[in-house]
């Protein structure tokens, strides 16, 4: 037979096909092999590494063999298991695999389409410049636009120990440190008991965010411990290492990955059009000396599934846009009117946006576009993409659970969740307590704190007549004046968190277009103070 000469044709292939055969290539030029591994694992595994896992909750069953297996729901964990590098050695790898997560949206478990790569052992600045270069190369290779954020967790670690805030109270400051949320954090880190002070000056870490020179350089001038300019001079090394790669990268130093995880540097990439992150990764030796005393580890995965939503065409009113538009989602009703009213005053007004049955509302001259949306979808607009920012109240962000960043209390709409019930309650112990609500998120997150066993009701309107009725014991809802509540013979028990509207935004637009968002943060803010 004589040779046979074959063409693909790449068009036909879906973005996720096409990338995995260019980063296949990429990654094997670079010294990197293919690492094949079972589709399920032992639960074992999972079960003594929870802690590592993006989500606890894995698919199990039991094998024909009779151990009790699982859908593997992570793939660097089976790699750092199973490479054990010898000593002064380096192992690299990379995969094409299916996880099993759940799904947040659908309720349910989904598949997950990964690609990435792992270099284990003796990893030192060489490979750790090489991991960050082929992760960017790998955006390159997806997107003409793409950001890839630098972070270091040292950074934020020497902080905490240094003002010494105790290990139960950093999950809370973490978490207000990745939503970007400057009134949440200081409510957090006083509630730690730090001195107002220090307080102010953990959010003031949510300033360190910029190209990588920059951040670098307005950093080095806040350090207060030995910690921080250590990752600094890291982040600092890994520059020059990079030396033209490093052109373009930015640097978040309030970027903080999970502690139990992450260790020193972390990165995650975006593309343009894509609502969510398509890259993530970063050092983690924490784990690999679970398996390999005195390894280190670094690695990213690439998540192929939102390179797909990116082949969807633009919807009709953003196609023939030119220029950077903000994307606004406002809630109806009144405190969307009074949402618009304050952007209106802070030099973002489109018209009289009441006159009008139009769900978009746009003025070309500032390029600033509105959807008027249910309250209750203002952050499902948000976290997709479909939006870049939006008026939303807490109590809708916080059922909702969307992953956005929070970024100013406008004080508007001013409320507070309650718990509430008959005068003359009393808790009896003994038994669940029966809580009715609409904020089913929010009444078991509280609940959970508390370590109090609950039965919770859904109700969606007339709470109120749930104890009356003998249906529920207490119930958990909005409180603004407490005439309802009053007028029923029932009283406020416990109050437990503030409402009001907040301005939220989606993560990768906020890197895309972080100057229009930095500027309307500012004009808001200015408004209000008026």
Known sequence: FGGITMNLDLTTF?????STLQLRALYEQAGYRKYRMARFEEYALYQQYESFLPDPQVVTFTDLDGKLRAIRPDVTLSIAKNAQPAPGSCKKYYYTEQVCRPSRESHTFAEISQMGLECLGAVGAAQQAEV???????????????????????YVTAWLDGVGVAKADRPALLAMLQQKNPHGLLEAARAAGLPDADARDLVSLLELHGPLSATLAAARGRCRFDGQRAALEELTALQNDL????????????????????????????????????????????????FTPGAGAIGFALYLDELDRLAA??????????????????????????????LAGAGYGAGDYTDSRRLVVENPDAKVRYFLVKPSDVAIYVEHGAADVGLVGKDILAESGADVYELLDTGM?????????????????????????????????????????????????????APILGLSDVIVDIVETGTTLRENDLAVLEEFMPISARLIANKASYKFKQ????????????????
Not at 246 to 266: E, I, K, Q
Request: some cysteine.
């Open 313 to 342: 065409p633009l919807p009709p009113v953003r196609a023939g846009e030119e220029g950077t538009w903000l994307n606004i989602a406002l809630p109806k009703g009144r405190l969307g009117d009074k949402a618009y009213a304050l």
């Open 14 to 18: 879906s973005p996720a096909e096409r």
């Open 132 to 154: 960050v270069r082929l992760a960017r190369q790998s955006l390159n290779a997806l997107g003409e636009s793409s950001v890839l954020e630098l972070g270091h967790m040292g």
């Open 515 to 530: 100057s229009a968002i930095t500027a309307l943060l500012q004009a808001m803010k200015e408004a209000l103070a008026k």
């Open 413 to 465: 709409g001013r409320c507070r969740m309650c718990v509430a019930g008959p005068k003359t309650f009393a808790d009896d112990e003994s038994r669940a307590l029966r809580v009715a609500t609409k904020f089913v998120n929010i009444a078991r997150a509280h609940y959970e704190g508390t370590g109090r066993e609950i039965d919770i009701i859904k109700l969606n309107g007339s709470i109120e007549l």
């Open 243 to 290: 030396g033209e790669a490093g052109r373009g990268l930015c640097l978040d130093l309030s970027l903080a990955g999970d502690m139990d995880y992450y260790n020193g540097l972390v990165f995650t990439g975006y593309l343009s059009g894509a609502a969510r992150p398509v890259l993530k990764g970063g050092r983690y030796d924490l784990l690999i000396r679970r």
